[in-house]
Every structure is written in C-alpha cells, then in structure tokens.
C-alpha cells in the first residue's frame, strides 16, 4: 500500500519561535495516523534539530530537510552534507523544488547526484518535478516532466527507485493563486506513474507515492487527494497556517 503523506514545506519562513509554536498546535490537533498515512515538516536548516525534538515519540510524523548537497564533506562554505543530516536522524529531504531550480539553477544532473547521496545515507528524497507557465501553455508539458524523469532518476536501481517519493508540481501554480484542476493533478501523477511502470515495471510503480505540489489549501485537499494516483500534498503557504494544514493532513485518504 502506498504511504499517503502531507508534507510541509515551510521555505525561508517564521522564527524558530514561531516554528516551534506552529510546530505544537499542529501536533496537539494531529492526534492519531492510519498506518500508511505519514506527516513530514520541511523546515529551515537551523530548526532541525529543534523540530526532531519536538516530534520525538510521534508515531508516523517526521522532520525533512529542505535541501542537501552533492558531496560528502569538505571546503563547500554554506552547503549542508547528509552526514550532518544523519547525525540529527533526519530522514527525508526535499529534492529540486522549482525555486531550487529557478533561483540557483540546480540542473537534472546536479539532482540526480543528490538523489545518490541521499539514497546512500538512507535518507528519503521527496524528489520534485514539474513545468513552468510556458511549457504548460504550449502543452508539452509531459515531455517536459518526462526529460526531468529521465536525466534525474532513470539511473536508480529497482531497489533505488522503491526509497523515493515524488512530489509533482506545476510551477505555474505555486503561490500564484492557481491550482491545478484535481483533472489536471490527476492526469499528470497517472502520467508520471505510466512512465515509472515503463522503467521499472507496474509493481514499482504502483508502489510509489506521488504527491500534489501546487497551491494546496484546506478548500481543496479532500478533492485532489480523493485522485487515484495523487497519494497527498508537498504544501507550501497553508502548511504555515494550523487549522489549513490540519484540515489537509486530514484529507489523507
């Protein structure tokens, strides 16, 4: 059964003040998980080690990393390696978020190095794809999801591929007020799960867990979750408000 998950990305936001209070009116409302239902907080890197500890014997509910770089260690002045992840247990990070892409121009490539690292540490990448305005318009957009597909995470393992999770985000509608249709969400993860099961084969692919990356709101998680093959959301903004990512961890299937 796929982990259904709603994931929290808090970007470049609150103080650790205000994370710690969001952080703990979410978790007093969040009072019991089905078994494949996850809960992930992406928080900004100097929160970690706080936000491990106020998750700390909370069954199925997790810290992420918002990024983390390619190599090991070494003279990479404001870079973070997963060996620093690993010495705060830290178990997911999120992967090639579009503002990732956009603002520092990190590449499939330099992703798909990421992605090893990452996998080689046991820790989780919530791998993110998805199109720009542009190429939705001229409705290439599957190509354009499909070269992201191939160049990031084509090179993995059967077993690789099983550890990942995606999180499919239409650019165009991220923090602009648009939201995908539960249409249009849907046909994109069918798509992205067509294209995993013609690599790895329908069993894999059945079994990873795709999630919605754009603009998702208590108003309209219950519909976009209730998809096939949209297993929960990557949430941005709402995920900074209590009852809003409540209301969303509640529309889990």
């Known amino acids: 059964m796929r982990k259904q998950i709603a994931a929290a990305n808090w970007k470049m936001n609150l103080t650790l003040q205000q994370g710690e209070q969001l952080l703990d009116a979410i978790l007093a409302k ?24 106020k998750i700390a014997g909370k069954q199925n509910i997790f810290i992420a990393a918002q990024n983390v770089y ?14 620093m992840l690993n010495s705060l247990q830290i178990p997911f990070v999120v992967l090639g978020h579009s503002e990732r892409r956009e603002y520092f121009n990190e590449t499939n490539q330099q992703l ?8 080689a540490h046991n820790i989780t990448p919530i791998f993110c794809c998805g199109e720009p305005l542009s190429v939705r318009e001229a409705e290439t957009q599957n190509d354009y999801v499909a070269q992201q597909l191939e160049e990031s995470l084509y090179h993995l393992s059967e077993e690789q591929i099983q550890k990942i999770v995606i999180a499919y985000e239409p650019i165009w509608a991220i923090g602009t ?3 995908a249709s539960s249409a249009q969400a849907e046909e994109m993860h069918a798509f992205i799960r067509l294209q995993l099961e013609d690599k790895y084969g329908k069993e894999i692919a059945d079994n990873i867990t795709i999630l919605y990356g754009g603009s998702v709101k208590a108003s309209n998680a219950k519909e976009l979750f209730s998809q096939p093959d949209v297993d929960g959301g990557l949430v941005g903004g709402a995920s900074l408000i209590t009852d809003e990512f409540v209301a969303i961890i509640q529309a889990l299937k």
Do not use: C, R, W
Request: glycine share 6%.
């Open 112 to 119: 798909a190095e990421k992605l090893n690292i990452a996998l």
């Open 177 to 179: 007020g648009k939201t």
């Open 70 to 83: 390619s190599k090991k260690s070494g003279a990479y002045t404001g870079e973070v390696s997963v060996e």
């Open 30 to 53: 969040t009072t019991s998980l089905k078994e494949d239902q996850q809960v992930v907080f992406a928080v900004p890197f100097p929160y970690l080690a706080a936000a491990q500890q």
